[in-house]
Each structure stands twice: as structure tokens, then as C-alpha cells.
């Protein structure tokens, strides 16, 4: 299984908005990364977001930048603010089925998660700033064996748009 993982967008902060939905900058990002998206031929069998309001407007700009309803994604109790990553592992194994799915949420989650996946040691440290999308391959849920197939920050997702 191919998971992509997504840092949701730039938002707002809590003082201009409680809710923190993308900033101006954030829906920016997240058009170049949906173009970036379509270019490379991504699909997904599957688009889970967090319940942040960030994530699921990120996550519904990405289904619809590749051409699904907004109404594919489906927010996902393993990326609930709080969550552990053995929580997110275990919900993600109704996903096993699939050969690639898309997650959208927020650190440190996302961190965690692809640290857990990609290494049996010491956390691995990885720089997920706003809009970036990280893939990581996988055999199974429960494995600590995964593999790096590429990360790309913001600015590299709006170079290949821009191509």
C-alpha cells in the first residue's frame, strides 16, 4: 500500500479565527499541491482527514483538483486531534485493502506516524511544513519496515504545478 500524508495548509491563527480554516496562503499552497497532484497522475482509494477544519478543507481542495467530489473524503477518527499513533495504526487497518491512501491532517501526528512506519529506532525527525506530501510505501498496517518513496515541500509542489 502506498500512504500519502498531508500537512494540511497554512491557517489561520486561533486569534483571527477560533476555528483556524486555511489562511489566503494556506488555499494557495493546496492549489498548487492538487495541480502538483494531477501532474504526477495520483489517484487514491481513499481520502481520510482530520476533523480540523484546515484538514478538511485541504482535503476536499485536493479531491476536487483531482477531479473526486468533495464529498470522497471521509474524516477519519485515527486523525483526531489527540490521537495516538498506535490509535491511527489500528483504524487504518480497515484500509489495508487498498493500494493507495490519502491522509490529511497536523502535527505532531503525521510526524509520528511516518517516523513509526519508516524506522524501528530513534524518532525520525521530518520537516512536514504547510501543504507538504510525503509517500511512504508499506506491506502492512502493523509493519515497522516501510519505505521513503519521496517527500515534497510546498515550494517543490509549486514548481511541478508551475511545469
Known sequence: MNLY????????????????????????????????????????DALLTSPRSAAVQ?????????????????TFAGLEPGVSVKVCLEELRVCERYQSVFLCGELPLLGDL??????????????????????IGINSVGSRS???????????????AAS
Request: charged share 10%; glycine share 10%.
Open 114 to 135: 511516518a517516523s513509526h512506519l519508516l524506522t524501528s529506532g530513534p524518532r525520525l525527525s521530518l520537516a512536514l511544513e504547510g501543504g507538504a506530501l510525503l509517500a
Open 58 to 74: 485541504t482535503s476536499r481542495a485536493v479531491a476536487e483538483g483531482l477531479g473526486y467530489a468533495a464529498s470522497s473524503v471521509t
Open 5 to 44: 500524508l498531508m500537512q494540511h495548509g497554512a491557517c489561520l491563527p486561533k486569534e483571527v479565527n477560533p476555528n483556524q480554516p486555511l489562511s489566503p496562503v494556506g488555499q494557495s499552497q493546496v492549489a498548487s499541491a492538487s495541480q502538483a497532484m494531477r501532474i504526477m497522475g495520483l489517484w487514491y
Open 146 to 160: 516501510g519505505s521513503l518513496r519521496w517527500l515534497l515541500q510546498g515550494p517543490q509542489l509549486q514548481m511541478i
